[in-house]
Nanobody, 125 residues
Framework: QVQLVQSGGGVVQAGGSLRLSCAAS????????MGWFRQAPGKEREFVGG????????MYADSVKGRFTISRDTAKNTLYLQMNSLEPEDTSAYYC??????????????????WGQGTQVTVSS
């Protein structure tokens, strides 16, 4: 069993930056593909970006490409989401997720087996 515990998030002005963390416990996730999703009130949970099990490949939704960066620290068993140039449209609850598979990087909720508890990001204009 894998537990994912998120930290970070909060309120930031447009143009600012935040970093989210997702610490795994119970099992090492160094070989798992992992991803970040977000869900705004009344909307479906959407893919933000993901990283392969090897850490060698990342992919991002067009809406965040060039502004968000996903990385992982295998020694700490932790996934990160660095968010720069934040926009009010980025306001959402953010969730990390882990997949048993190393590859490919899933872009739908059904591709993932474990989920973090979610953390709120609010970007003010």
């Amino acid at each position: 069993q894998v537990q994912l515990v998120q930290s970070g998030g909060g309120v930031v002005q447009a143009g600012g930056s935040l970093r989210l963390s997702c610490a795994a416990s119970g099992r090492t996730v160094s070989s798992y593909a992992m991803g970040w999703f977000r869900q705004a009130p009344g909307k479906e949970r959407e893919f933000v970006g993901g990283i392969s099990g090897s850490g060698g490949t990342t992919m991002y939704a067009d809406s965040v490409k060039g502004r968000f960066t996903i990385s992982r620290d295998t020694a700490k068993n932790t996934l990160y989401l660095q968010m720069n140039s934040l926009e009010p449209e980025d306001t959402s609850a953010y969730y990390c997720a882990a997949s048993f598979r190393t590859w490919p990087i899933g872009i739908t909720k059904s591709n993932y087996d474990y989920w973090g508890q979610g953390t709120q990001v609010t970007v003010s204009s």
